[in-house]
Each structure stands twice: as structure tokens, then as C-alpha cells.
């Protein structure tokens, strides 16, 4: 009876932390970039070579940037691209991942071992360095080619999670009553195993989207992301490179402030899935 209790009490501890600041942030800033036409002041293409780098103002409120953009417009405009990216990146990881988790789950133990000991050799390689080395082969950037690479790159983690829990649900009868009814590998994967997993790994998932973000803007700053004619917070940021010899703070502050938000309220919220998922194990 105290052990029930000393559970309820931790899933209403559990409960209290749900993190509605980050949650009503990205609710706000999905809305907007969705709705950007509606509160953008400027053409957020528009390069106004008689406004280049001016700082804060009452006609620009975030200042401009080099090319004399208007960075108020550019964020709203520029997080479309960055949110697509990041969810494109996410569902490419994701598939990836369940598939080659779940495949590695169903084997016999020696291709079991083999196909983690790969997963294991690109984990231990710097995600970024396989990034570029990718993007290096694709060639120039593009909106679908950067959202592709990071998804094939990201997937690991996960897949060894979906691996995991695969192993553990794989000899429930339900799962061999399909097999035996002739159900294939896919059917099962689909009907099956998905839905009994999909609640365990959603935080990885989630987590997953601030990843891609980060990424992308630091390929741009390193100068081999999206173009500066393709606007994203990435390419907002690759112009803020010079931003601390000339002095002009916005250029850095600003994108930088909001990139890092966002991706502090998607970590917030993954890590609210985590708990809840334990939460639901230990009820």
C-alpha cells in the first residue's frame, strides 16, 4: 500500500512539471512563421542597401542585417525553413531507425551484434563530420538535400532504443500469432510493434527536432549550409559571423537568442515524455 502510494505521488509530482512556458513558446512560434505574412513589416527578401546593419530601431525592431533584410521578417519567414527542415530530418531519422532497430530486434543474435556494431562505429564518428562529409558528395545545399543528410545521419540512438524494446515485446503471442497467420515483417512492424514502442522512443524523437535545428544552423555558420538566398535561422546566423569585429550585436544576439530558445523548449519537452513514459512503467 505505501509503495502504491509513493507512486501516485510521483506521478503528481510528475504531472506539475508539464512545461507549459516551452509548450505555448513553440505553439506562438509555429503560429507565427505559419502566419508570417500577417506580421512580417517588410518584404523579408527585400535588400535595402540604404539600411545595411543598422541596430534597433522604431522602423526595424530587431535591426537589419548585412544585406539590409529586415531581421524581425527574417525570423518569422526564416523558421519555416528551419522548422521543415528539422521535421523532414526527423521523420527521415525516425523511419530509419525503426525499421533498422525493429530488423535488428527479429535476427538471431550474431547478426543482431553485426548490425549494432555498425550502428555503434557511426555513433562513435562526430555527427557533423559525417554531415559534411555527405554534403560534400550531394554538392551544392539545398533545402531537401540538408534535411536528407541530417536525417540519415541521426538515427542510431534511437534505432537502439527501438532494438531494445523490440527484444522484449518480440516473443508475446500476440506477435506470434501474426507471425503464424502469415503476417510479414512489415505487417507486424506496422500493426504491431510500432504502437508498443512509439510512446517509449517519442521523447528521443522530439528531442531529434532540436537537434536537426542546431545542426542546420551551424552547417550555415560554418559557411557549407543553405545558401544566404535561402532564408532559415542557419543562414541568418552564417552573416553574424563577422557580427563581433564590427560590432553590430544584433546580427548575433538576436537569431542566436531565438535558435537557442527553441531548441531549450523542445529539449524541455522531451524531457517531459521521458518522464511521463517511466511514469506510465511505474503505474
Known sequence: MNSQRCRIKRAKENERRIPYAAVLFLAVLTAGCLLAELIMPYDPTYMNLAAVSEAPSSSHLLGTDTLGRDIFSIIWYGGRISLFVALVATLISTII???YGSIAGFSPRHLDEMLMRFSEILMSIPSILLVIFLQAILGEASVLSIAVVIGITGWMPVAKMVRS?????RSSDYILAAQ???GGFFYVLRRHLTPNFLSAIMFMVVTSIGSAIATEAT?????IGLPTNIISW???MSLSQGAILSGAWWLLLIPGTVLVTTIICITEIGEYLRTSGRRERLL
Open 219 to 223: 552547417l550555415s555558420f560554418l559557411g
Open 97 to 99: 531507425a525503426i525499421v
Open 180 to 182: 503464424t497467420m502469415g
Open 234 to 236: 542557419g543562414s541568418l
Open 165 to 169: 524494446e523490440v527484444k522484449q515485446i
